[in-house]
């Protein structure tokens, strides 16, 4: 099995050098309904972000990223373990945590739905 060191470096560098907590933590000022319906109202219609905004990232961005990066990328490893018959012989509560073999597979599909539609939203 051939595994990619990319996101783990991602993680510790992004850990190290500070980029989560700068760039990546929502103000408390951000998780107000106002804000953040303000910047989902301008994202539906399409609205171009002023020069000083296209420099950072907003709220909406923040919070995505980081669901992306600490809530859906281990989610896909943790399922997709659960669906290996090696890990679940020597980690059996791997899959009595999630509910069962079929609900990894589901959870593991829906998160990597999520996850190529993320991608796929940056193009």
């Known amino acids: 099995m051939d595994l ?6 991602y993680a ?3 850990f190290l ?3 989560f907590l700068k760039n990546l933590l929502p103000a408390k ?17 399409f609205e171009r972000p002023r020069p000083a905004e296209a420099w950072s990232y907003n709220s909406l961005q923040r919070l995505t990223y980081l669901l992306v990066v600490f809530m859906l990328f281990p989610l896909v490893i943790w ?3 659960a669906m290996s ?5 020597a980690v059996p509560s791997s899959v ?9 597979r589901t959870i593991h599909f829906f998160a990597s739905i999520a996850l190529v ?6 193009f």
Do not use: E
Not at 29 to 45: I, N, Q, S
Not at 96 to 104: P, R
Not at 117 to 122: A, E, H, I, R, V
């Open 29 to 45: 000022a951000d998780f107000a309904w106002r804000p953040l319906l303000t910047t989902v109202g301008k994202h539906l219609r």
């Open 12 to 14: 510790i560098s992004g």
């Open 4 to 9: 990619d060191p990319g996101g783990l470096l």
């Open 17 to 19: 050098n500070g980029h």
């Open 96 to 104: 009595t945590l999630l509910g069962g073999q079929q609900s990894a």
């Open 117 to 122: 539609l993320f991608y796929s939203s940056m």
């Open 85 to 89: 018959p090696a890990f679940v012989s």
């Open 79 to 81: 399922t997709g373990l």
